[in-house]
């Protein structure tokens, strides 16, 4: 079936800094956690590091070239904090703002719509020294890097970002610790979530004093959470990681406070005395737009303290779990297809979150900032790439947007995850989700055949279905 997608759907694609740009310590940049992380033995796969990634730092203007070609509306890019502002507080670092000025203007020329966001995992290694993101001081910190660089960039920024999947942040940082700094502390990943909500609020606050016509907006990777039976044990399991990975964002962000139900849950934990009076209040700064990353579902049961466990949830190699509080927690296999991620391949997960959405937060407009998909990428000797996994993967989730819009959901946009092949966090290079191929020894970029689909669908507005194989 063709589904034609209203006009003014804002059809992009995203990346971010530590994961294309490379330039590690070029032009003053400082380092980040990230940089401090992939250095460090044993924590990424093949030991690979983000110093070149995808070189664009130098390749910006040529990537603009494709983005323009792919006949996009909107790019969403990430400024790296080290490279704007070395260590996290105090002076700017003029280079580090002009590249991102130049970026900024090559999309307005090109009439596209730039999609800043501020964080998107790349902290300072200064401010971590300095406690991260379990200190509330990083919280103010944040407040004036998003000053100096609002400042900069301003109102030529369409939609300012605060936080990309803070979740990650707080959970695969300080919990499980499978994402730079790599802690593992129960409470200090709750203190993060908060001041990562707490930042989101102050920061929020400047974009709307310095930029008032820019839209203001945060990413989130929500979770569908899924019962392994209707038993009441494995219902509560769904509010428990329901509130864990959602609410403890979604709570504060729109409703103005934290869910109570997460506090008893984690009150041998923390007494959640890092929220101050008035903080939830700031972190409800209003938004103009969620955004909405999706790969997947979830599947969890309660554990009897018996049976084997699954564990499926993310530990990675690490033995400490990002679900903090909910060790009884079960995370169970899915039926497959899977990515190479080893993610469950589920269009109608997308559907229903949006609907979720679309039914607690009426009014909120939606854009889908990420989705995508990795696969295995195999290059013909004619320099093509075959990714129908992919192709077929984009447009059964292009589809579920289509059928949320069709009840109703308020979806505004859909970015693909991502322009180009890039460092995928822990798995660094090995997994490839770009819809352009990056050849990581000559740096060539060479489109595969979901860009030449995305392409039509980016042109025309309309999804149609891929041509059999
Ligand atoms: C996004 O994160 C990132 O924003 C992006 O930088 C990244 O390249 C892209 O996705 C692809 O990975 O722990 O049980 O929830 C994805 C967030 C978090 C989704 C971990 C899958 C694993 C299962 N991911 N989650 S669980």
């Given amino acids: 079936m063709t589904r034609v997608f209203p006009e003014g759907f804002v059809w992009g694609s995203a990346t971010a800094s530590y994961q294309i740009e490379g330039g590690a ?20 796969l093949n030991g690979d590091t983000g110093d070149v990634a995808a070189d664009h730092y130098h390749r910006w203007a040529e990537d603009l070239g494709h983005i323009a070609e792919l006949g996009l509306a909107a790019y969403r ?35 596209v719509r730039p999609v800043a966001t501020m964080y998107h995992w790349d902290l300072p290694q200064e401010l971590e020294d300095a406690g991260g993101w379990p200190a509330r001081d990083t919280a103010l910190r944040f407040r004036d890097y998003a000053a100096g660089i609002v400042e900069a ?16 942040s707080a959970y695969l940082g300080y919990g499980s610790g499978v994402h730079a700094p790599g802690r593992a502390e129960p409470a200090g990943a709750l203190a993060a979530v908060h001041h990562l ?24 990777n929500l979770h569908v959470v899924r019962p392994a039976s209707g038993s009441a044990a494995d219902a509560d399991a769904v509010r428990r990681i329901d509130a864990l990975a959602n609410r403890a964002f979604l709570g504060p962000l729109l409703d103005g406070a934290y869910p109570a139900d997460l506090l ?22 209003p938004l103009d737009v969620l955004g909405v990353n999706y790969y997947s579902t979830t599947l969890v049961r309660a554990w009897d303290g018996v049976s084997a466990r699954s564990d499926n949830d993310g530990h990675g190699s690490s033995a400490h779990t990002p679900w903090i509080g909910a060790d009884d927690v079960d995370f169970l296999p899915q039926p497959g297809p899977y990515t190479a991620m080893g993610w469950n391949i589920e269009p109608a997960g997308l559907t229903e979150l949006l609907l979720r959405l679309h039914r607690e ?29 992919r192709l077929d993967y984009l447009y059964r989730h292009v589809d579920a947007v289509g059928a949320a819009m069709d009840a109703g959901a308020d979806v505004r946009g859909y970015f693909v995850w991502s322009l180009l092949d890039n460092f995928e966090w822990a798995w660094g290079y090995d ?3 770009g819809i352009i191929r990056v050849d990581y020894d000559t740096q060539e970029r060479i489109w595969k ?15 149609e279905p891929p041509a059999p194989a």
């Fill in 264 to 285: 008893a849950d984690t009150a041998k934990v923390t007494d959640w005395s890092f929220v101050h009076d008035g903080d939830e209040r700031t972190i409800a700064v």
């Fill in 77 to 111: 890019f990430s400024i790296s904090w080290p490279r704007v502002q070395p260590g996290g507080c105090g002076a700017f670092n003029r280079a580090g703002l002009d590249f991102y000025s130049r970026l900024v203007d090559g999309l307005l020329e090109r009439g």
């Fill in 153 to 168: 960039l301003g109102d030529r920024v369409h939609t300012w970002t605060t936080f990309n999947e803070p979740w990650c």
């Fill in 449 to 463: 055949d979901s860009a030449h689909w995305y392409r039509g669908l980016a042109t025309t507005g309309r999804l």
């Fill in 25 to 44: 310590t070029e032009d003053g940049r400082g380092p980040s956690i990230w940089d401090t992380y992939s250095h460090t033995p044993g924590r990424t």
């Fill in 361 to 389: 937060h009426p009014g909120l407009p939606l854009m889908i900032t990420e989705n995508g998909a990795a696969f295995d990428d195999v290059v013909t000797p004619d320099g093509r790439v075959h990714d129908d996994r």
């Fill in 431 to 433: 997994r490839r989700f």
């Fill in 197 to 220: 909500n707490l930042a989101h609020g102050l920061a929020g606050r400047v974009v709307r004093e310095l930029a008032p016509a820019a839209e203001l907006s945060v990413t989130l």
